[in-house]
């Protein structure tokens, strides 16, 4: 089968945000690369489509390929991450079996504060928050307890995340708030801090998903906050990511690994993810709170979903066959009804 992976270019100057964010948008090349290494070992042609500043291009690479189906790792669009839905709104349009999401999927998952919105009026537990657009907002941060955390409403990768984004009075707040909306030019959430343990919660499928083993991360005492910083899960050579290590499978109860699966999967199912994806949680007082649904995970082979699915007996070429699979199939019922 000829196949193209499809990834998104960085712009040579970031739009937002920090300089070091360039290293987990640089990571976009490499994770392709390796999709592609792991489907040339299927057995399969093979050819790395780039999106870059050209929408153009883009698609008129896609076309010349004449591919049979594209395994989409863009998330977005020359340094515009909200623009992650559109590109995969795009891949659907030009009517080429995609692996991933649908756009809308992408497009609400992204949105924190909608994320959270649909997950609290179909009762599963999510941090207590606000969404601040302007500093005459603060007033309603006084229904929330303290800690807080605050963080860009709308990107992932823990862009904007560090020790800083824990705060404990007004002053901090309003500082931290005043950071993101300065350097990423957008609402900022303001969620509790939990403190519990945090879990990854990779699954996949479509109809029938399934949840692989759990991921537990582990934090130094050292650390000022149990929290995974930009650097803790980017810069190797800072301490917040020596001090954040992953336990996989999980160390946990019966009752507990029920408590977390089973939200992870009303998740899932409810926000509409496909063929792959990754829930965040924090337990508490036998409470699992999610803190965040990734419906366009890092599927490195040294990245969550790939550990978990080592833990559930799949490597990685068997992990990325079984997601083909489920883009084939998906195309086929679409023809078939």
Not at 276 to 289: E, F, K, M, Q, S
């Amino acid at each position: 089968m000829n196949i193209a992976v499809c990834y998104n270019r960085v712009p040579p100057k970031l739009i937002r945000g920090e300089a070091t964010d360039r290293i987990s948008e640089e990571g976009a090349e490499a994770q392709a690369q390796a999709v592609g290494t792991a489907l040339e070992k299927l057995g399969h042609r093979v050819c790395l489509v780039p999106l870059g500043a050209s929408l153009a291009a883009f698609v008129n690479d896609l076309q010349e390929a004449a591919v049979d189906l594209v395994f989409n790792l863009c998330e977005g669009f020359w340094g515009e991450s909200r623009m992650e839905m559109n590109v995969a709104a795009l891949l659907e349009m030009l009517g080429t079996p995609c692996t991933g999401s649908s756009p809308l999927c992408l497009g609400v998952t992204q949105n924190k504060t909608l994320t959270k919105a649909l997950l609290i009026q179909h009762g599963l537990p999510t941090p207590k928050s606000i969404t601040v657009r302007g500093e005459h907002l603060f007033a309603r941060a006084k229904n929330l307890s303290w800690p807080l955390i605050v963080k860009p409403a709308t990107e992932d990768a823990s862009l904007g995340i560090g020790p800083e984004s824990v705060v404990t009075d007004e002053k901090s707040l309003h500082e931290r708030v005043r950071h993101i909306h300065n350097r990423y030019q957008q609402a900022v959430l303001v969620e509790e801090y939990i403190d519990g343990r945090e879990f990854n919660v990779s699954l996949l499928g479509g109809e029938k998903p399934r949840v692989l083993p759990l991921a537990e991360i582990r934090f130094d005492s050292s650390l000022p906050w149990k929290l995974v910083t930009y650097a803790g899960k980017w810069q190797e050579d800072s301490p917040d990511y020596t001090g954040t290590q992953v336990a996989c499978p999980a160390q946990v109860s019966v009752r507990e690994d029920f408590l977390v699966r089973d939200v992870a999967l009303r998740a899932y199912k409810l926000l509409g993810c496909r063929d792959y994806a990754r829930v965040d949680i924090r337990l508490r007082d036998g409470v699992p709170y999610i803190l965040e649904v990734n419906a366009n995970p890092d599927i490195s082979p040294d990245a969550g979903l790939a550990r978990s699915a080592r833990a559930g007996g799949l490597d990685y070429p068997q992990l990325i066959e079984r997601i083909i699979r489920m883009a084939l199939k998906r195309k086929e019922n679409c023809h078939a009804a």
